[in-house]
């Protein structure tokens, strides 16, 4: 689950991201984002298959130091001079606490070597965008997360899926 073509959700649709300037520092940043270990190498030219619809992200310009892909220099979203041909992949180390189940909505979802989360998430009515109700973005709606089972295990996933430590 921590190897294949790169895909990113933005305006709820997925896309791919163009290899150009693609490399490790870039890569490093998607593993640390997936908590899939080190980054091991950064693959182009649609080396684990071409995606299809949007390519959302282009130019990728990563120090590897930042917490998620958002906080990376890039292209504006949607912008680019790419072909499926170019899509970018990455190759993690696979040390992750995580498993990929896609039945369990807090887990990251795998789907034919692609690395996708499934559900959007946000949180309300905090002080901060780090802290609040949490909820989903599922079925083309928003909705909360019942609290039966509810620990600090679920709380990492949610903080580490939002960038906010």
């Given at each position: 689950?921590?190897?294949?073509?790169?895909?990113?959700?933005?305006?709820?649709?997925?896309?791919?991201?163009?290899?150009?300037?693609?490399?490790?520092?870039d890569?490093?940043?998607?593993?640390?984002q997936l908590?899939?270990?080190k980054?091991?190498?950064?693959?182009?030219?649609?080396?684990?298959?071409?995606?299809?619809g949007r390519?959302?992200?282009?130019?990728?310009?990563?120090?590897?130091t930042?917490?998620?892909?958002?906080?990376?220099?890039t292209?504006?979203?949607?912008?680019?001079?790419?072909?499926?041909?170019e899509?970018a992949?990455?190759?993690?180390?696979?040390?992750?606490?995580?498993?990929?189940?896609?039945?369990?909505?807090r887990?990251?979802c795998c789907?034919?070597?692609?690395?996708?989360?499934?559900?959007k998430?946000q949180l309300?009515?905090?002080?901060?965008?780090?802290?609040?109700?949490?909820?989903?973005?599922?079925?083309?709606?928003w909705?909360?997360?019942?609290?039966?089972?509810?620990?600090?295990?679920?709380?990492?996933?949610?903080?580490r899926?939002?960038g906010?430590?």
């Amino acid at each position: 689950r921590c190897a294949g073509r790169l895909e990113v959700l933005w305006k709820q649709e997925w896309g791919t991201v163009c290899d150009d300037n693609w490399d490790l520092s870039d890569a490093m940043v998607v593993c640390r984002q997936l908590d899939c270990g080190k980054a091991l190498s950064a693959p182009g030219s649609a080396h684990f298959g071409e995606g299809t619809g949007r390519i959302w992200l282009d130019d990728m310009n990563c120090t590897g130091t930042e917490a998620d892909l958002s906080a990376c220099r890039t292209r504006p979203w949607g912008e680019h001079n790419c072909n499926h041909g170019e899509d970018a992949g990455v190759v993690c180390s696979g040390n992750s606490r995580l498993h990929c189940s896609p039945c369990d909505p807090r887990r990251l979802c795998c789907v034919e070597g692609e690395i996708k989360k499934p559900i959007k998430l946000q949180l309300v009515n905090g002080s901060s965008r780090c802290a609040g109700r949490v909820e989903v973005f599922y079925g083309q709606q928003w909705g909360t997360v019942c609290d039966d089972n509810w620990d600090i295990t679920d709380a990492e996933v949610v903080c580490r899926q939002l960038g906010c430590g």
